[in-house]
């Protein structure tokens, strides 16, 4: 199917602590899997991508990981601070369109 | 601030109206994307031009048109409105409309049918 599974759908964790989001899909053809973080009210912006030619990708405190064998990707982010808390959706590219999960609230206590 | 474009950034109106949300995609981009945000379905793909050309379209509803025009902006026209399609309406742009390109949003159009 074309559906992307994002877990959890919410995330809380201490300031300084790692957060890890998964995302599954099914579609064979994927390519491209992004990852967006929303802030309330605001637009979505790209924070990292990878394409199904690399296995990981890092980018500061961002991190990607793609497994295509097993069709999942994860999205780690390390030393989390209180402005990393906004919505993150991850997606995936194929047939000239994203397809993107259902999101994950995550918040950073202080 | 992507380079991304929608106006107006708010609408309000009434069921059975039309109206019409505008995008211009970012400079050197020929690919526009339309997404539809509501807090139960998410983030939902609509409709893809390229160039002027239709490319790929999602879960549009017939009631829902949009086109890309010349100097390369787009419009999404929504008619005979209903309650639920109240919801975030999001431009994004490409530089050619493949998949694996990132797409850039604009800042949406948040609209709601009373």
């Known amino acids: 199917g074309e559906n992307v599974e994002q877990h959890p759908s919410t995330l809380s964790v201490q300031e300084g602590d790692s957060a890890v989001i998964k995302c599954t899909y099914s579609d064979s053809a994927s390519n491209y899997f992004p990852w967006y973080k929303q802030e309330l009210g605001k637009r979505p912006q790209l924070i990292i991508d990878?394409?199904?030619?690399?296995g990981e990708k890092k980018d500061q405190r961002i991190a990607v990981t793609l497994n295509k064998t097993a069709k999942h990707f994860s999205l780690h982010i390390t030393e989390t601070q209180p402005e990393d808390s906004a919505v993150y959706f991850c997606a995936r590219g194929s047939n000239y369109k994203l397809t993107f999960g259902k999101g994950t609230l995550l918040t950073v206590n202080p | 601030d992507s380079g991304v474009t929608q106006t107006p950034k708010h609408l309000i109106t009434a069921t059975g109206q039309r109206v019409t949300l505008r995008c211009s995609p970012r400079s050197g981009d020929l690919s526009v994307y339309w997404y539809q945000q509501s807090l139960d379905q998410g983030l939902q793909f609509l409709i893809q031009?390229?160039?002027?050309?239709?490319?790929a379209k999602g879960n549009i509803l017939e009631r829902f048109s949009a086109q890309q025009f010349p100097d390369l902006h787009s419009e999404l026209n929504l008619s005979s409105l209903e309650l639920g399609d109240s919801a975030l309406y999001f431009c994004a742009s490409s530089t050619s409309g493949g998949a694996w390109e990132t797409q850039y949003f604009g800042p949406g159009t948040r609209l709601l049918v009373l």
């Open positions: 031009y390229y160039n002027g050309e239709e490319r």
């Open positions: 990878i394409r199904s030619n690399v």
